[in-house]
């Protein structure tokens, strides 16, 4: 069982079986929440661009949904987004396509957490426990794998990345994968990998330092400028939109999906439901705290050891403290919501620490008080999850004794002890096979306990929509509409035959190639939000109907005028039937049913994007126009000037040649521009350019640079031999002879 083939081949089969448990329970578990109203439409949207070649950073015909580098999480510059884009225009079942890239995720994911705890110089039985235990631990298993996907997608890099770098400063190893991983990472856009990243990378820098071997040091700080000059280039954009959005930027604490320190400590529990603030009740029903059941054994861990030991590792340290500091963060720091969302990383260093500390801390003598030590801390987590939901006593306690019996065995066969019913030869055929039998049955154990654990919680604690699963019943709404077209309302209940037949949710209306603003958003427009009522993942309030008919102050137009809207459809469970029975002059009646009613214009107009107003004694020609930007000529304007409103939230990164972006938007949600009289019979063009993208342009020449330097400078350190004696004595001495791995 020690070669270098059967333990990650079993970390691959042991995961792939543990993941495919909770489709006996609920074939639909990874495809529920924001996998369905986000991100399945937005693979799709993905894809379409890039098998267009459309490159453009904004679309103006969704609206607040629309400015994709602010959103962050669309990762318009992910290259692993833009393979899974299109698999999505090649897949059949949008819900076989999200369960295989979970599952292909978590898979990603234990491989890297295996080569990591390797690198760290674990044992490769203990390496294969954590790494098994890592993605099907309780936040990742049952939040980010079901619904947030590109949470799921960012850390499963980071193990990798975290490897590979470790590799390419201490051991002198090509830099192109780990900046390639950290690309994949960063890219995904997702803010909590991104930062940890950042703190890997820093605790790698301070183990360069430790080592007091200069090419080292360089290479630390060459690989984080690198990966932090693609950082700039995906969150930066997003950082410089968040003020005018209706995101929080300041510290505030509702309680929402925030961690308190009982929880942490049941976290070896894997049933029951930590105390946590959820979005619609005071528990999730949902084991989102669990890490591993077998934490306990760290009672078998010499502390002075290990201590000993996390000084040649101190990122280790560095991320364990910097992700329980995030874990017990409150719930709104700055831009960063939920701090248990960092879970994961708080999960994958707690499990390094386990694998490091099994490996080479246990005592020579494992006595009966360590046994003790962790039975009791068994019993307190059990405890612990009673007291948070005693609806699951039963189970618990059925948990509980398995636990106890694992760590007992344990605690048995690694102190070398006679084993009853084998008797005293027990302890004589165990001799140089203890680490591989306690490590391989707890990797079964792992396995088996999600049975129970999903008996007691079968879903995840994030709504699941009951949409469609095949791609093609996307496809069949709205088909009589015209031009852009926004919808009123939602679907009130999901689980309706037929609920979806007529309407969709969020970001799936990508999936019908019509140009409905509905889409999901994270970020919101405050104004425009004000105005629809819309919430994030696209429905809106059955008052809009009748705002859409109102005139607005500044322009003294129509709101679907201002917005280039063609078509209405309008939900009647949702939208009171005095508002949805008057059909506006100039508009007809497309098609109605007992759900919904479509009413189109008797004339399309534009859609969003150009120019719809122009003040009095203004009048302008478009030339030209896409999704980011506009060109017209001023044909006639008055002797101070005049301004035009454009079908666009005013961004900020819009720039006017010939013109100035107002300072004010107009009817609060409009892009303005001011033009001189000057320009009378000149062109004006409108462009909107990322925020910050001088700063952009620059971080990306220097990540080239690097690329490109890093070979060269490698080679010069080569012939000056600075690097041969360091590597030698690195992999001679990484990790002491007594703890070199089997």
């Known amino acids: 069982m020690q070669s270098k083939i059967v333990w990650p081949m079993l970390v691959v089969v042991a995961v792939l079986a543990g993941a495919s448990i909770p489709l006996f329970f609920d074939p639909g578990f990874y495809y529920v929440d924001d996998s ?146 950290s690309i994949a990472l960063v890219g995904i856009g997702y803010a909590h990998a991104t930062i940890f990243l950042a703190i890997t990378l820093a605790g790698l820098i301070v183990e360069a330092f430790l080592s007091k071997h200069r090419p080292s040091i360089v290479r630390s700080f060459a690989l984080a400028t690198a990966a932090g000059s693609f950082a700039v280039i995906v969150h930066l954009p997003g950082l410089l939109t968040a003020p005018v959005t209706g995101r929080t930027s300041g510290v505030a604490n509702t309680d929402l999906l925030t961690v308190n320190l009982s929880g942490l400590f049941a976290s070896s529990t894997p049933v029951g439901t930590p105390g946590i603030l959820f979005f619609n009740a005071q528990f999730p029903y949902a084991p989102l705290l669990y890490i591993a059941w077998f934490l306990p054994l760290l009672a078998f861990v010499d502390l002075s050891r290990l201590r000993e030991l996390l000084r040649r590792r101190l990122s280790i340290v560095i991320v364990l403290v910097a992700a329980l500091v995030g874990v017990l963060l409150p719930s709104d720091f700055g831009p960063l919501r939920f701090p248990v969302r960092m879970m994961p990383y708080l999960t994958l260093a707690v499990l390094l620490l386990v694998a490091v500390g099994l490996s080479h801390a246990r005592p020579v003598v494992l006595g009966r008080n360590r046994f003790l030590l962790a039975g009791g801390l068994v019993l307190l987590g059990a405890g612990l999850t009673f ?42 055929w165990l001799a140089g096979k203890s680490v591989a039998t306690v490590a391989g049955a707890a990797i079964a154990l792992t396995v088996l306990l999600l049975v129970p654990q999903h ?73 425009y939000n004000s105005l629809t009522c819309m919430q994030y993942n696209g429905s809106t309030c059955g008052a809009l109907y009748d705002r859409l008919f109102t005139t607005m102050p500044d322009t003294g137009k129509t709101v679907v005028d201002l917005m280039g809207i063609s078509s209405i459809q309008a939900v009647k469970d949702v939208v009171p039937k005095k508002d949805w029975s008057v059909v506006p002059a100039g508009w007809h009646i497309a098609e109605d049913t007992d759900q919904t009613r ?87 063009t409108v462009s909107f350019y990322a925020p910050g993208y001088p700063l952009q342009l620059a971080a990306a020449a220097l990540l080239l640079l690097l690329l490109a330097g890093w070979p060269i400078a490698r080679l010069i350190g080569r012939r000056r031999n600075g690097d041969g004696p360091f590597i030698r004595m690195a992999r001679a001495s990484r990790i002491p002879a007594a703890e070199v791995p089997a």
């Not at 099907?136 to 980071?158: I, K, R, V």
Request: proline share 6%; charged share 15%; hydrophobic share 50%.
């Open 387 to 428: 007291s948070a939901g005693p609806q699951y006593v039963k189970v618990l306690a059925v948990v509980t004794v398995l636990i106890l019996a694992a760590i007992w065995l344990s605690y048995r066969i690694l102190g070398d002890h006679p084993l009853p019913l084998l008797g005293r030869e027990s302890a004589g």
């Open 598 to 684: 479509l009413i189109v214009r008797d004339e399309p107009v534009a859609g969003a994007g150009s120019v719809v107003w122009a003040s009095d004694g203004t009048e302008v020609t478009v030339l030209s126009e896409d999704a980011m930007g506009v060109t017209f000529r001023v044909d006639a304007i008055g002797a101070d000037g005049g301004q035009v409103a454009l079908s666009r939230i005013p961004w900020p990164g819009y720039q006017a040649t010939g013109g100035t972006v107002s300072a004010e938007p107009v009817d609060t949600f409009l892009l303005g521009v001011d033009i001189d009289a000057a320009e009378l019979g000149k062109t004006v």
């Open 36 to 181: 369905q109203s986000g991100a399945f439409g937005q693979w799709y949207e993905i894809g379409r661009r890039v098998l267009d070649l459309d490159w453009s950073l904004i679309n103006p015909r969704v609206w607040q949904s629309g400015n994709y580098l602010a959103e962050g999480a669309w990762g318009i510059l992910s290259p692993v987004l833009w393979v899974v884009g299109i698999g999505a225009h090649l897949t059949g079942s949008a819900l076989i396509f999200s369960t295989v890239i979970k599952m292909l995720c978590l898979v990603l994911g234990a491989v890297g957490v295996y080569a990591l705890a390797r690198n760290f110089g674990a044992l490769r039985p203990w390496a294969a426990l954590v790494a098994v235990a890592a993605p099907l631990a309780g936040f990742t298993l049952y939040m980010d794998a079901p619904s947030w996907a590109n949470g799921l997608m960012a850390w499963s890099f980071l193990p990798l990345t975290w490897v590979l770098a470790r590799r390419a400063v201490l051991q002198a190893k090509s830099p192109v994968l780990p900046i390639l991983s």
């Open 455 to 527: 008996i007691s919680s079968p879903t995840s604690p994030l709504p699941d929509y009951s949409v469609p699963n095949d791609v093609s019943d996307y496809q069949q709404q709205l088909e009589n509409a015209v031009g852009d077209v926004i919808v009123v309302g939602g679907v009130a209940d999901v689980s309706a035959s037929g609920a979806w037949d007529e309407t969709l949710v969020g970001n799936l209306w990508y999936v019908t190639e019509e140009n409905v603003q509905n889409a999901y958003s994270a970020v919101y427009y405050t104004p």
